[in-house]
């Protein structure tokens, strides 16, 4: 997800160094078909978009997207292809947004082997701008998989990834998943979970600058219920850009 999305934007960040594809997080739970029903909400507690994150299996791997209309019109849908045999490996990340809830409007798409297209749409001129190219991505590289590679990691552990940001010329960044303070939660079957931090990390000048600049966005959380199967349990953080949204789960709403 919860790019949950957690893919992050840092504007002049620096592409970081190539790592071999034995960064890959392990995966403890492998992944299958699911569909989770979800509510987003803004800081101030108001819903502001209804979704859902469906997976399911394919000949290569698994697909998962998460998707969410908005109460304005807005769109976010993120689409990630994944292989898990030997670690969790995106093979294909593709983005859409569009509509005021946003700065921009982006399409884009990144595969396994660096190359990548993006067509962004400014909202303050209608400026149109595409970039098409390829990048050197890191074994680790995580667009689309913080949910997957929380899941899959122990409550104490800490661990670093990659992710692609579009800028929207895309650019490599690191990203850091830290151990912090469980959530207590009420469940007839829920006796513990886990809240890990997720830290941007942008290193040297460019690192110095964003944070002078104030271009580093906020931590990221998600939690995760780890009694018996884990399961995504919260999120809060910027969906890819943009402010603090906090992603929950919910229930269809029947219509009679």
Known sequence: MLEIALT????????????????????????????????????????????????????????????????????????????????????????????????????????????????????????????????????????????MIAKNLRPDETRDVHVVAFLPKPRVIGLEFIPSEPARVKSASLESTAHYTLKPKVGGITGVLAKLLGKIPPDSHIWIATSGAPAFLRFEGPMYSGPVWRIDLATPTWVH
């Open 8 to 147: 992050l934007l840092i504007a002049g960040s620096a592409q970081a160094p190539a790592r071999p594809d034995t960064g890959r997080v392990a995966v403890r739970f492998p992944e299958g078909t699911a569909h989770g029903f979800l509510v987003m909400h803004a800081a101030d507690g108001r819903e502001i978009a209804r979704g859902d994150l469906v997976q399911r299996g394919t000949s290569s791997g698994v697909e998962s997207v998460l998707a969410f209309d908005f109460h304005d019109g807005s769109r976010f849908e993120e689409t990630v292809d994944y292989s898990q045999d030997h670690g969790l490996a995106m093979q294909r990340y593709h983005l859409i947004q569009r509509g005021a809830a946003f700065d921009r409007d982006l399409d884009a798409t990144i595969w396994r082997s660096g190359r990548y297209q993006v067509r962004a749409t400014s909202h303050d001129d209608g400026k149109v701008s595409n970039y098409t190219g390829s990048l050197d991505l890191p074994g680790d590289v995580a667009n689309g998989l913080p949910l």
